[in-house]
């Protein structure tokens, strides 16, 4: 069946056709309609769950913790100061091997107060020990969110889906929607093998005393790796059932290009289209869509960029003094490699700060003067600033 739905009522569906057990989130712009659906599904009868209604978003994420530790399906959705209030929640969610599932509508971080579209929130948090997968169509939001669940139980570590504010949270698309049943042949019923049981008490929050701290951090990032391949898995059942299929990332035309553009999320689509205006000029340039940041698929990423010569790396975030995370992990994957492309690293779109086609034509041709000239210039490279920036 197909639905018009922007990218929050997407993601609520998501929950709804998961069949959560227990919600509980803070209304934050622009998430908010996630929450007003999901706690109208619960007082229409539509969706058999414990809605709660807490003060913040510590206490949210808080409680999704305590229902995922007693074996319910827990789901939660937040933005940019909001998951900052959950930022000492998600070490406690993801240490101890919790599956609780969010949603994330990537926002701007204050100051200054924005309420606007980048990814600096959930790269904020790319430490904390959540799989972290970016969509970039509302389509991706339903089903992302749908393996998500899945992924999150196998491997018993909490999956963040991210989508870009008001970018696709407040924008409308045509989406397939399965049907409950088709969905509840993908992803069964929860069934944790341990959890809190009144009848058979278990410390909660155990403390990590030097004798088992580091082995425990080792388990967990040992388990975090492996969420790539059972992604893999998961993602491979989900496109048997509904014909949609998904990988770790996305090459779009890259077929013998020279030079490549690296992004996550929405951009993609218009990076897609300045990729396609190359090619019609016969210029070999290509793109690759990142899907599964964390755990990062280091292995992926250097297969799909090695046989570049330049690469620009496009991101909506900037840890402050020094580059992206994304351009970061990128180039650390090529540490050791023999072969490896020039890394140009391109920040833009902060702030929901228009990225134009224009502005990507501009990168397209820095990146091309890097190739001839076998350096890159200035790292990184702000696109789109106002006026004349003095030092």
Same mark, same amino acid.
């Given at each position: 069946?197909?639905?018009?739905?922007?990218?929050?009522?997407?993601?609520?569906?998501?929950?709804? %056709?998961?069949?959560?057990?227990?919600?509980?989130?803070?209304?934050?712009?622009?998430?908010?309609?996630?929450?007003?659906?999901?706690?109208? *599904?619960?007082?229409?009868?539509? =969706?058999?769950?414990?809605?709660?209604?807490?003060?913040?978003?510590?206490?949210?994420?808080?409680?999704?913790?305590?229902?995922?530790?007693?074996?319910?399906?827990?789901?939660?959705?937040?933005?940019?100061?909001?998951?900052?209030?959950?930022?000492?929640?998600?070490?406690?969610?993801?240490?101890?091997?919790?599956?609780?599932?969010?949603?994330?509508?990537?926002?701007?971080?204050?100051?200054?107060?924005?309420?606007?579209?980048?990814?600096?929130?959930? =790269?904020?948090?790319?430490?904390?020990?959540?799989?972290? =997968?970016?969509?970039?169509?509302?389509?991706?939001?339903?089903?992302?969110?749908?393996?998500?669940?899945?992924?999150?139980?196998?491997?018993?570590?909490?999956?963040?889906?991210? *989508?870009?504010?008001?970018?696709?949270?407040?924008?409308?698309?045509?989406?397939?929607?399965?049907?409950?049943?088709?969905?509840?042949?993908?992803?069964?019923? *929860?069934?944790?093998? %341990?959890?809190?049981?009144?009848?058979?008490?278990?410390?909660?929050?155990?403390?990590?005393?030097?004798?088992? *701290?580091?082995?425990?951090?080792?388990?967990?990032?040992?388990?975090?790796?492996?969420?790539?391949?059972?992604?893999?898995?998961?993602?491979?059942?989900?496109?048997?059932?509904?014909?949609?299929?998904?990988?770790?990332?996305?090459?779009?035309?890259?077929?013998?290009?020279?030079?490549?553009?690296?992004?996550?999320?929405?951009?993609?689509?218009?990076?897609?289209?300045?990729?396609?205006?190359?090619?019609?000029?016969?210029?070999?340039?290509?793109?690759?869509?990142?899907?599964?940041?964390?755990?990062?698929?280091?292995?992926?990423?250097?297969?799909? %960029?090695?046989?570049?010569?330049?690469?620009?790396?496009?991101?909506?975030?900037?840890?402050?003094?020094?580059?992206?995370?994304?351009?970061?992990?990128?180039?650390?994957?090529?540490?050791?490699?023999?072969?490896?492309? =020039?890394?140009?690293?391109?920040?833009?779109?902060?702030?929901?700060?228009?990225?134009?086609?224009?502005?990507?034509?501009?990168?397209?041709?820095?990146?091309?003067?890097?190739?001839?000239?076998?350096?890159?210039?200035?790292?990184?490279?702000?696109?789109?600033?106002?006026?004349?920036?003095?030092?």
């Amino acid at each position: 069946m197909r639905r018009l739905l922007n990218g929050n009522e997407a993601a609520a569906l998501a929950a709804k %056709l998961a069949r959560v057990q227990v919600v509980s989130a803070y209304p934050i712009t622009p998430q908010t309609v996630v929450v007003e659906t999901l706690a109208k *599904y619960v007082a229409d009868g539509e =969706l058999e769950a414990e809605f709660v209604k807490v003060e913040s978003e510590h206490s949210a994420l808080s409680v999704c913790l305590g229902a995922s530790a007693t074996g319910a399906r827990a789901f939660t959705a937040t933005s940019s100061q909001g998951l900052m209030l959950m930022s000492e929640i998600l070490y406690v969610v993801s240490g101890m091997r919790l599956p609780v599932v969010m949603a994330n509508a990537n926002r701007s971080l204050s100051a200054p107060l924005s309420i606007w579209n980048d990814q600096q929130d959930s =790269l904020a948090v790319r430490d904390s020990g959540w799989i972290q =997968l970016y969509c970039e169509s509302n389509q991706e939001i339903l089903d992302l969110l749908l393996q998500a669940f899945l992924l999150a139980e196998r491997v018993s570590l909490p999956a963040m889906v991210c *989508y870009d504010g008001y970018i696709l949270s407040h924008t409308a698309e045509a989406v397939e929607v399965p049907e409950q049943a088709e969905v509840d042949a993908f992803l069964p019923p *929860y069934s944790p093998s %341990l959890k809190l049981d009144p009848d058979r008490p278990l410390t909660m929050g155990p403390v990590g005393v030097p004798e088992v *701290y580091m082995e425990a951090r080792y388990m967990q990032h040992r388990d975090t790796r492996r969420a790539r391949e059972e992604f893999l898995r998961v993602a491979e059942e989900f496109g048997r059932r509904f014909g949609r299929r998904y990988g770790i990332l996305e090459e779009y035309r890259t077929e013998g290009a020279e030079l490549l553009l690296l992004t996550m999320g929405s951009l993609a689509s218009t990076a897609k289209e300045a990729v396609d205006r190359c090619r019609e000029r016969g210029e070999k340039v290509g793109l690759v869509k990142l899907t599964l940041y964390r755990p990062f698929p280091d292995g992926e990423v250097v297969e799909a %960029l090695k046989r570049a010569k330049v690469v620009g790396v496009l991101e909506k975030d900037i840890s402050t003094g020094w580059m992206g995370a994304l351009y970061t992990d990128t180039v650390a994957a090529f540490a050791n490699e023999s072969r490896r492309p =020039l890394f140009q690293n391109f920040i833009l779109g902060l702030g929901s700060r228009d990225v134009r086609l224009e502005d990507l034509e501009g990168i397209i041709g820095a990146l091309r003067k890097a190739a001839e000239e076998g350096k890159v210039g200035e790292n990184p490279r702000w696109v789109g600033l106002k006026g004349e920036m003095v030092e």
